[in-house]
């Protein structure tokens, strides 16, 4: 089919469209050949032309673009404050001015004796509670690692008694070779566990 053919086949279908009728015209198809033009009746929408249904909210949210998070009210912003905001602002700023100024007088020391008093006691409250969060520390781990050893023996042991009826794997009998440095070690832990205990 020829342009002019083409040509006179849109405008004879452009002079039968009715009221609200429209004409679309002929599209290539991927091998190159055309297709005929369609006419669209009045109201009806083509599939390609149906918008994405999107819900209210992200509608909403396109809507409101950069305004903020949700529950943001900009105009909040720009009203003038109340007394009773402005009041409350004022107690916050005296609080933090009067801990501030708290603070520089600890530093400083009212009486140099009693703020050398006060300060070495607070020293040596805190290394007494480091020396006991220390000690518990240690004991915690010392406890832990002794657990970790009793569980390694009690397997290697178990494995020992298996060993008599198969064949062992090079790793097992690694575990059979370290089961005398485990033993020493839970040993010593042991030792050291009462040692920390009893001071």
């Not at 673009?65 to 009210?73: I, K, N």
Request: no cysteine; hydrophobic share 25%; charged share 40%.
């Amino acid at each position: 089919m020829s342009d002019d053919e083409r040509k006179k086949q849109i405008a004879e279908l452009a002079k039968t469209l009715k009221e609200g009728e429209r004409l679309l015209g002929p599209t290539k198809r991927p091998d190159g050949t055309l297709r005929k033009p369609i006419r669209i009746r009045a109201g009806y929408t083509p599939q390609d032309e149906v918008p994405i249904y999107q819900p209210k909210p992200a509608l909403l949210k396109k809507e409101m673009g950069s305004a903020g998070p949700p529950g943001y009210d900009p105009d909040a912003d720009a009203r003038p404050k109340t007394k009773s905001v402005k009041r409350n602002e004022r107690k916050k700023e005296k609080r933090l001015q009067a801990a501030v100024e708290k603070d520089k007088n600890e530093e400083g020391g009212a009486s140099e004796d009693g703020g050398k008093k006060e300060s070495v006691e607070a020293l040596s409250s805190l290394v007494n509670d480091l020396s006991v969060e220390d000690s518990t520390q240690q004991v915690q781990d010392v406890d832990k690692r002794i657990r970790a050893l009793k569980k390694k023996i009690r397997l290697t042991e178990a494995l020992e008694q298996r060993s008599a009826d198969q064949d062992l794997k090079p790793e097992q009998l690694e575990k059979l070779a370290k089961l005398e440095d485990w033993r020493r070690e839970l040993k010593q832990l042991e030792d050291q566990k009462t040692e920390t205990t009893v001071s």
